[in-house]
């Protein structure tokens, strides 16, 4: 099955700094992944998503992008705010079946 | 336009006794999935089901652990006979497809065994 690996697991920057946090995938058939925002105690919130027909995609100041060859995908923020400050997750579609494998999560801290 | 609503928000248990937690999908999602998040680590797979079925159960324990979405009403996380293990943060999910992979999650129910 799918297997999803994060780094790093925390990550402090300071406000204005740019984050980037990275992913890899181990199923090649995997063409779904997701980012999720969780704040403490909240529920994890889709920030942006990629599927595998583009290499790239940005939401202001938030992108993330999609090597298939080398079954990684990045997320990066930039200009980072105080708020941005929780714990991100990425994730793969495993299957047909919608269901997500998560990595183990990037505590960010941005400093102002 | 309610989301996926969660029921309890905390729930807390002796051990040996049972834990059942609800899931009403978002109206028009027929696909729940449920996951567990032990403290400081990333959300787990248990099960994905469909009205009256269950697709996919590789992520459940086997013993004690049994989910249902039935026709009408909410899914159901049932746990019988918790352990101290079984603490933990129990997030739904529902989607309106089985394969976009686009899931919303509810704010989850937090079960603590002592």
């Known amino acids: 099955g799918e297997n999803v690996e994060q780094h790093p697991s925390t990550l402090s920057v300071q406000e204005g700094d740019s984050a980037v946090i990275k992913c890899t995938y181990s199923d090649s058939a995997s063409n779904y992944f997701p980012w999720y925002k969780q704040e403490l105690g909240k529920r994890p919130q889709l920030i942006i998503d990629?599927?595998?027909?583009?290499g790239e995609k940005k939401d202001q100041r938030i992108a993330v992008t999609l090597n298939k060859t080398a079954k990684h995908f990045s997320l990066h923020i930039t200009e980072t705010q105080p708020e941005d400050s929780a714990v991100y997750f990425c994730?793969?579609?495993?299957?047909?079946?919608?269901?997500?494998?998560f990595g183990k999560g990037t505590k960010l801290s941005v400093k102002p | 336009n309610a989301g996926v609503m969660q029921n309890p928000r905390h729930l807390v248990r002796r051990r040996g006794q049972e834990a059942r937690l609800r899931c009403s999908p978002v109206k028009g999602h027929s696909h729940v999935y449920w996951y567990r998040q032990l403290p400081e680590e990333g959300l787990k797979f248990m099960v994905y089901?469909?009205?009256?079925?269950?697709?996919?159960e590789s992520g459940m324990p086997k013993e004690r652990f049994s989910a249902e979405f039935p026709k009408e009403g909410p899914s159901i996380l049932r746990i019988q006979q918790v352990v101290r293990g079984d603490s933990a943060a129990y997030f739904c999910?529902?989607?309106?497809?089985?394969?976009?992979?686009?899931?919303?999650f509810g704010e989850g129910s937090r079960l603590t065994v002592l």
């Open positions: 990629i599927r595998s027909n583009v």
């Open positions: 994730a793969a579609m495993e299957g047909s079946q919608g269901n997500l494998i």
């Open positions: 999910a529902s989607s309106p497809a089985a394969n976009t992979g686009e899931l919303f």
């Open positions: 089901l469909q009205k009256e079925n269950i697709i996919d």
